[in-house]
């Protein structure tokens, strides 16, 4: 592949100097989005610390000179930044967020699962095996335009496909805002092929199913198995869970490494313009089309029905902007009536006791 790269690769320094020292707070990612929320004397009283890992019951924290754990934070995730009031931990200040990555939650019950914040660069990995699909790989795109977040598509497992060159082309072809690399996670490569990309001060994170080879690539990085991986099943290339939880790991060269559990089901929610930036074709043909509320099916004047017979548009790829679409819309509606029911709840309930309250003790 002979795609230019260069400029997918996050501030990268110029010139032949050698770049500072990071302070400690700046190799886990401080970054003066952060440092403009809190002032220099507050600082002392509550200082920054980052969760590096979520537990049921805890948050592993850590920061300059500091490695703890403290209680949930309601609405905190891995990644986020925290001031700590270490008096009163409960009572710790969770920081303005660069960007958040989200899903709606697996199940019935329509909530929002946080999947991290203040990521610099995605990884969505894949392999070039029966796991490769690109329906998949386009939803993880679209929740990083929409969170705003460098993307990158890594394709493992190359050493064992007959063709891996055609997984490539077919990944490159989901936008030409998203890099592809094609590696073997195993060994130096991920070392030599990401390096531009996991560089000090850095946030990367890895996401894609089970067995792909995301906790293989962070031990790479690493330069350690501490980590354990577990092999596909042979018959479908399905992996099983390995890695339970999502968790920063600290990489020689002063790169932060996001592992995380393999997504069986990834439900888009609050994310419609990412889908429009990952479909921008077709999200600009639709403005040219006679009626403001064209489906695309089989009204007339209807552009990008026109580009799909004049052979500029593959069908396939329409229909899975409308199932995004479609999805995306229903999920956002399910959770904002999640949110007013609740919201409705809870003014119900103050009724209540306040009436109760009101009943035994009067006025």
């Known amino acids: 592949m002979t795609k230019d790269y260069s400029a997918f690769f996050p501030g990268r320094a110029t010139g032949s100097g050698s770049a500072p020292a990071l302070s400690p707070l700046e190799t886990l990612g401080w970054h003066s989005h952060f440092a403009q929320q809190i002032s220099v004397d507050a600082l002392a009283e509550t200082p920054p610390v980052r969760i590096v890992e979520v537990h049921h019951n805890a948050l592993h924290v850590v920061g300059d000179g500091i490695d703890t754990t403290i209680q949930p934070l309601s609405d905190a995730t891995v990644g986020d930044w925290v001031l700590l009031d270490r008096r009163q931990p409960q009572a710790s200040r969770v920081l303005e967020r660069r960007n958040l990555l989200k ?134 290339a399905k992996g099983r869970h390995t890695t339970t939880r999502r968790q920063l790991h600290a990489v020689p060269g002063g790169c932060l490494v996001l592992d995380t559990p393999g997504m069986r089901e990834l439900q888009l929610t609050d994310a419609a313009a990412g889908i429009d930036d990952l479909f921008a074709d077709l999200h600009a043909l639709s403005a040219e089309c006679r009626f403001n509320d064209c489906r695309h099916m089989s009204e007339p004047g209807c552009a990008v029905r026109a580009a799909i017979e004049r052979g500029e548009i593959d069908p396939a790829r329409l229909r899975r902007w409308h199932k995004l679409k479609a999805e995306e819309a229903f999920n956002s509606a399910s959770l904002a009536e999640r949110r007013a029911k609740d919201k409705a709840f809870g003014k119900m309930a103050r009724r209540v006791l306040k009436a109760k309250n009101y009943k035994e003790y009067g006025p």
């Open 103 to 236: 899903r709606r939650a697996p199940g019935t019950d329509r909530k929002i699962q946080l999947i991290a914040a203040n990521i610099d660069t995605m990884f969505i990995v894949s392999s070039c095996n029966q796991d490769f699909n690109i329906a998949r790989l386009e939803r993880y795109v679209a929740m990083a335009f929409e969170a705003e977040i460098n993307a990158v598509i890594v394709l493992t497992k190359s050493d064992l496909a007959s063709d891996a060159e055609a997984y490539a082309e077919a990944a490159d072809a989901i936008s030409d805002l998203v890099a592809v690399v094609l590696l073997d996670a195993r060994g130096d490569e991920p070392g030599k092929k990401l390096a531009d990309w996991c560089r000090p001060g850095q946030t990367v994170a890895f996401l894609g199913s089970s067995g792909v080879g995301k906790s293989s690539l962070t031990n790479a990085l690493a330069g350690t198995q501490s980590i354990e991986t577990q092999p596909i099943r042979e018959d479908d």
